[in-house]
């Protein structure tokens, strides 16, 4: 088993108290900008709040009156979760309201930046074994893209993930 599936965790925002017996050391939550802040009560460790929509593009988060994830956004994370990892002891939670989307993504960055390039396959997959419903967001993955300077690599895992997604919703009829 993988380092990965024992000490980072995503999750939705009904499911924080599900870990609240791994001990949890760091905490990554992400929530829409018309919601308040929050952390759960049993937490006490190091604890970083982003609040952005789950869009897929500028021009997206404005048509519905959010705000979209930036580059800023990604490094903040990028260093908190560099620095949670460099302890060896350290486990890290990442929660925005599903689990589904925006926090998966960002725990898929944050597996690809450690395992280093060329790995990207194997990030998505590790992440998709800790959480198997996940559909990454695809502006936080492009933007981790960018900021690891990947050239791409980190997205084409992902667009077979959205292909084969699409496949099982609309498959083809002969």
Not at 1 to 22: I, T
Not at 155 to 172: D, G, M, Q, S, V
């Amino acid at each position: 088993m993988h380092l990965f599936k024992e000490r980072l965790f995503v999750c939705g925002f009904d499911e924080r108290s599900d870990y609240q017996s791994r001990r949890v050391s760091h905490f990554v939550s992400i929530a829409n900008p018309s919601a308040t802040s929050s952390k759960p009560n049993w937490f006490k460790g190091a604890h970083l709040q982003f609040t952005f929509g789950d869009v897929i593009s500028q021009a997206d988060a404005q048509a519905l009156r959010t705000t979209a994830p930036s580059m800023a956004d990604i490094q903040k994370a990028l260093q908190f979760f560099r620095n949670a990892w460099s302890d060896s002891n350290s486990k890290v939670l990442v929660s925005c309201d599903y689990g589904a989307s925006r926090s998966p993504a960002l725990a898929y960055v944050f597996i690809a930046d450690q395992l280093g390039v060329g790995r990207e396959a194997e990030a998505l997959r590790l992440l998709l074994e800790i959480r198997p419903d996940a559909v990454p967001n695809g502006l936080v993955v492009r933007l981790g893209d960018a900021y690891l300077k990947r050239g791409g690599a980190l997205l084409a895992p992902l667009k077979e993930l959205y292909a084969k997604i699409n496949a099982e919703l609309f498959p083809k009829r002969s």
